[in-house]
Each structure stands twice: as structure tokens, then as C-alpha cells.
């Protein structure tokens, strides 16, 4: 499930990305990832992710992608975990990178997605970024997240 806040769909409308495109891609990238259990989404602001950067990983700033796994009980409740993803981030960075926002939204998901799946690329010994890399190429993105800022990533599993 993808919750879009108001003031997101407001400011960036249904041109730049739909709900239901980016539903179908989180589930192929839980089907290749080999995720287990539902995810739900939040399509957020900088404002909202700083708050959340804030109290779940100590740290005061914005940033793309936080993931929020379900633990030992996600086997019952069917819930593989939770992302919050800055849509305003996502777009800063697709502008820098020359690419469309809903191509960046894909490869925050998909990183998301293999963070809940029990991958960290701040502790492995390159474990995640090699998954990343098959995993975008069988999803045809373009480029990774691990790979494009070449191990250094500023949002994590809190």
C-alpha cells in the first residue's frame, strides 16, 4: 500500500508519478527481492522525513529513504516492514541526475525493499549492493542507489 501525503500529490500532481504505477513496481521488487509479507509506503515531504530521520536514527536532517522493518513478528502479521520515502529529495536528486521522478521513486523503493528484506550496505561486506545491482537490472533501472553513491547512503534501516 502507498500513502501519498496531500501536500505531495498537491505539489508534484499525477504527472510526475502514479500510485498505481509504483503499487505494481514495490510488488515486483518484493517478488524479486523474495519478501514476504506486505509493505506499506509514505510518500512524504522533507519535513516529515527529517522528523522521522530525527526520532528513529538520531540524526536531524532530511534524507531519500527510511526503512522500517517488522521484526520477529512479521511473520504473523503478514507485514514485511514500512518505508518513508522524501518525494521532495527524490526529486532533487532526479533533477540532478537527469532522470524522471518516478524512476527515482523505483530505485528508492527497490532499495527500501531490500533493506526490509534483512540487507544493510553500512554493515555487509557488499552483500546488498551486488542483490541491488541484479535486482535493478532484472527491474530495468537505469542505476542502482549503492552503486551511484558508491557505498555512501544517507538513509537506512533506523
Do not use: C, W
Not at 19 to 48: H, I, N, P, W, Y
Amino acid at each position: 500500500m502507498i500513502l501519498v501525503e496531500p501536500a505531495i500529490r498537491a505539489q508534484y500532481g499525477r504527472s510526475d508519478f502514479t500510485k498505481k504505477d509504483l503499487e505494481t513496481f514495490l510488488a515486483q521488487a518484493r517478488r524479486a527481492a523474495g519478501l514476504a509479507g506486505a509493505v506499506s509506503v509514505l510518500l512524504t515531504g522533507d519535513a516529515e522525513i527529517q522528523r522521522l530521520n530525527r526520532e528513529f536514527r538520531g540524526k536531524n536532517k532530511p534524507t531519500d529513504v527510511l526503512s522500517f522493518p517488522a521484526g520477529e513478528n512479521a511473520g504473523r502479521s503478514r507485514t514485511a516492514g514500512d518505508l518513508a520515502i522524501s518525494v521532495e529529495t527524490a526529486s532533487h536528486a532526479a533533477q540532478r541526475l537527469g532522470h524522471a521522478l518516478v524512476l527515482e521513486l523505483k530505485v528508492l523503493l527497490l532499495h527500501g525493499t531490500l533493506h526490509l528484506a534483512g540487507y544493510d550496505h553500512e554493515t555487509d561486506s557488499g552483500e546488498m549492493a551486488r542483490k541491488e545491482e541484479t535486482l535493478r537490472r532484472k527491474l530495468g533501472l537505469a542505476q542502482g542507489l549503492i552503486a551511484r553513491t558508491n557505498g555512501h547512503h544517507r538513509g537506512r534501516k533506523p
